[in-house]
């Protein structure tokens, strides 16, 4: 018998695929609902791929693979994330340009899917550092820009002191860059923002149209979004006649509040303490919170400084004397709060240090006193020591405060969310330029559209220093004025790479188009996205920042939809040495010497079968050669097959086999559970090798060889062709006869004291007296009974039946 050659059999389906374009797919301009636009996310080419990524992209090529052969036209292209922090410390560590090692991987990753076998439109591949698509996140900018949707302000930012950038709150994992682990500090820079908080309710309401997607997603992003709903609270300096606003969802304890306290970032701290005896103190208390983290600010002992001002509280005109302390965070509310040291432990421990007063405004209904602090907000509680309002139930209580206030225009109603507006400025070079010149007369001036892209200079030295590398470019940076002609200084500042990530796929159904970044009608054929796949690391960063994207598009009349992804599937991350395999960390095996050792099927075949889709996996090779065997076994057995006479579906093979379709179909479909569908086709294969001559054999091959297609293509299309059939990637899929569904016969399990003892094939229409009788038949039951008394029976209908000895 010929031996298996997995080698030759994958570059040979591999060439073949290529020469017949198998998986393009063009544009028709006919949604005839038939289209299926699938979609993973996509790679960073700050090096190539490793096993964790071969698990997300395989997952993707079997549902590829079914959805085409269930009837649907699949869209399923692939680019590079290939701007930002990732490729550009790849570039430094290598000691390389970053151009020149993004495009190396890119090379090197493109041939690592193609040797995979993947199922990808390779006409459509974008890289979002190629000028082609970088024109269009700029003219993507200006459009948001002309929406008011772009603006630039001074603000606190988080600094990462090694990355030397600016990061997003997203980006700061407990208190530390996500990308270096380095302490995160704070630091004011005039930065370029999205208004992302304006969209902050469609984000919470529009949630009721991805029914589709994991609570565990939904759930993290309404927790970043953070909505709460309180008052606005105006509290008056009078020497420096300003009013501080105050978020608060406890209105009904403002007659309790006892001081008033700034977080270290609020932009009024150099203000109110300009001149005043408690300055340095005060700003020197700022620099040092400034290098604390949030977590050390959160679980670290309370402490502050006093600013020597006084804050009025509006319903009773008590002076509250202004704190800066770090247990306060500009991340929420305004960044003041009203200090309450009865009913809020953080402010009663800071009391206590301090020697701050105390005033309990808040007491259970029966008048009991409680022990402080007293933080319970219920129906169960009556405010106190509250002027007109004592008395009064805590829930009313509050109403009739705000009301009040409201009617001396010193508080409203308010809704206040966690959330902050998207900061899109870094101070690195590899990124898209921001398109716009700064001039001295004009101001921010947009540049052209006929002048984009706003190329990307090749610079000597792009390493960080603290300032963007690109005000170094003379040359580039300086340019006159679109406006007015005179003298101007192009935006140094790049993009943050979350731009280019949050509308790639749109440019996926248009990527040739050189007069815009899509045509609406090409996008709205494809689009939203039928099924995203990719990590749950992403639920608070890039797919919000694409829901966000696609509401500005749809309020731009750009596309008619309001959602990106209808269907989100997370895959389960591949760990190594105990942590999640990472190219930054550098715990990543790569495929490329799996691949050559045993096959491409083979690796597809294992990382399928690690676990569940979804589970979190640790990396173990050793499955590899279990899987070679089950592809050589299932070699033998087609090529043994092939010379029977054509298949026919009959005998308990041909009913295995349209059983194992019913499963193997729902796996696919319903559930994504890949590794109980390979265990099925597996079990039907190892039926089969028990008698390959028995009638249905064939059949039962022909059955296995087509389910397995979507995780095994290459082995499948070879036998395919060898059982003497066309393309199988064109076949439709598998469907149960359900004749063959209804069994003659059943396997009746036979149990003495609940342990099994015999396997017998009954007829299925047995009566139970008759089941219980060749249960008790069986030579290998009655060595077990040895002569007992048989006290119970019990009979599960078509399933087993149990003897059960005294």
Not at 250 to 257: F, N, Q, V, W
Not at 645 to 653: D, I, K, S
Request: hydrophobic content about 40%; some cysteine; proline content about 7%.
């Amino acid at each position: 018998m010929e031996k298996y050659d997995p080698q030759a059999i994958e570059t040979k389906w591999q060439r073949a695929w290529e020469e017949a374009r198998a998986f393009n797919t063009p544009n028709t301009g006919d949604a005839d609902g038939r289209d299926f636009y699938l979609l993973e996310m996509l790679p960073y080419p700050s090096g190539t791929l490793h096993v964790g990524q071969v698990r997300n992209y395989t997952q993707g090529d079997v549902l590829t693979h079914f959805r085409r052969r269930t009837g649907r036209r699949v869209l399923r292209p692939m680019g590079y994330d290939s701007f930002g922090l990732n490729a550009e410390n790849a570039a430094i560590r290598d000691g390389g340009r970053p151009r020149e090692i993004v495009e190396q991987n890119i090379k090197k990753i493109r041939a690592q899917m193609k040797r995979m076998g993947w199922a990808i439109d390779w006409d459509r591949q974008v890289a979002s550092h190629e000028p082609a698509y970088y024109h269009w996140t700029q003219r993507l900018f200006l459009q948001f820009l002309n929406a008011g949707q772009a603006y630039r302000k001074e603000a606190p930012v988080k600094w990462c002191p090694k990355d030397q950038t600016v990061l997003a709150n997203e980006q700061v994992i407990n208190g530390r860059c996500e990308r270096c682990g380095t302490v995160v500090e704070s630091k004011s820079l005039e930065q370029w923002f999205f208004r992302y908080t304006t969209y902050a309710d469609e984000l919470l309401d529009e949630m009721e149209l991805l029914e589709s997607w994991p609570e565990r997603v939904l759930a993290m992003q309404r927790n970043w979004i953070g909505r709460s709903e309180g008052a606005e609270i105006l509290f008056r300096v009078e020497e420096l006649d300003l009013d501080i606003p105050v978020f608060t969802t406890r209105a009904d304890t403002l007659y309790g509040a006892t001081f008033f306290v700034l977080a270290p970032e609020h932009s009024l701290i150099a203000k109110l303490v300009e001149g005043t005896p408690q300055q340095g103190e005060v700003l020197d208390y700022v620099r040092r919170s400034a290098a604390r983290t949030f977590v050390e600010r959160e679980e670290k002992e309370k402490d502050g400084v006093f600013t020597g001002r006084y804050a009025v509280n509006p319903v009773n005109d008590e002076r509250l004397p202004i704190w800066v302390a770090d247990y306060v965070l500009m991340e929420y509310g305004s960044g003041a709060i009203m200090a309450v040291p009865a009913h809020d432990e953080r402010d009663y421990e800071f009391a206590r240090k301090y020697e701050l007063p105390v005033q309990p405004v808040v007491v259970p209904l029966d008048g009991t006193e409680p022990e402080l602090p007293y933080v319970a907000k219920s129906d169960d509680a009556k405010l106190a020591n509250s002027g007109q309002f004592s008395g009064l139930p805590a829930p009313e209580g509050e109403r009739a405060i705000v009301a009040w206030l409201g009617g001396h225009a010193r508080g409203r109603p308010a809704v206040s969310y966690r959330l902050r507006d998207w900061l899109i400025s870094r101070q690195r070079y590899w990124g898209s330029p921001i398109p716009v010149v700064h001039c001295e007369r004009c101001g921010i001036v947009p540049v052209p559209e006929d002048e984009l892209p706003v190329l990307l200079p090749e610079i000597e030295d792009y390493t960080p220093k603290g300032k963007s590398p690109l005000e170094a470019a003379e040359d580039w940076i300086r340019v006159p004025c679109p406006q007015c002609g005179g003298e101007g200084r192009r935006e140094a500042d790049t993009m943050d790479t979350f731009v280019d990530s949050s509308w790639y796929f749109l440019r996926y159904c248009d990527p040739r188009n050189d007069r815009a970044a899509f045509e609406p009608a090409v996008v709205n054929e494809w689009c939203p996205v039928d099924q995203y796949i990719g990590g749950l690391e992403h639920a608070v960063m890039h797919l919000l920042y694409a829901r966000y994207f696609i509401k500005v598009l749809n309020d731009l009349g750009l596309v008619d939809f309001r959602e990106p992804f209808t269907r989100l599937y997370n895959h389960g991350w591949v760990d190594m040495g105990g942590a999640k395999m990472s190219k930054s960390k550098g715990n990543v095996v790569s495929p490329d010497e799996l691949v050559a050792r045993h096959s491409a099927d083979a690796l597809r075949l294992h990382i399928l079968f690690i676990g569940p889709a979804d589970a979190r996996v640790d990396w173990q090779e050793n499955g590899l050669e279990g899987m070679s065997r089950f592809l050589r076994r299932l070699w033998r057995l087609g090529l043994e097959v092939a010379t029977q006479p054509p298949a026919l579906a009959e005998g308990a093979l041909a009913h295995k086999a349209t059983e194992t379709i019913v499963k193997v179909t729902d796996d696919f479909e319903r559930r994504y559970a890949y590794n109980t569908a390979i265990a099925a086709v597996m079990e039907l294969v190892n039926d089969v090798a028990d008698d390959p001559s028995a009638p249905g054999a064939r059949f039962a091959v022909e059955t296995a060889v087509s389910l397995i297609q979507p995780a095994a293509p290459h082995i499948a299309e070879e036998l395919w062709e060898r059982l003497g059939h066309g393309r199988l990637w064109e076949e439709p899929w598998p469907v149960a006869d359900p004749a063959l569904l209804q069994r003659e016969t059943f396997e009746l399990v036979v149990q003495v004291n609940g342990k099994v003892r015999d396997r017998l094939e009954v007829p299925a229409d047995l009566p139970e007296d008759e089941l219980i009788a060749r249960a008790k038949e069986s030579p290998k039951v009655q060595a077990h009974l040895n002569g007992g008394e048989i006290r119970q029976t019990i009979v599960v209908p078509r399933k087993l039946v149990n003897l059960v000895v005294g």
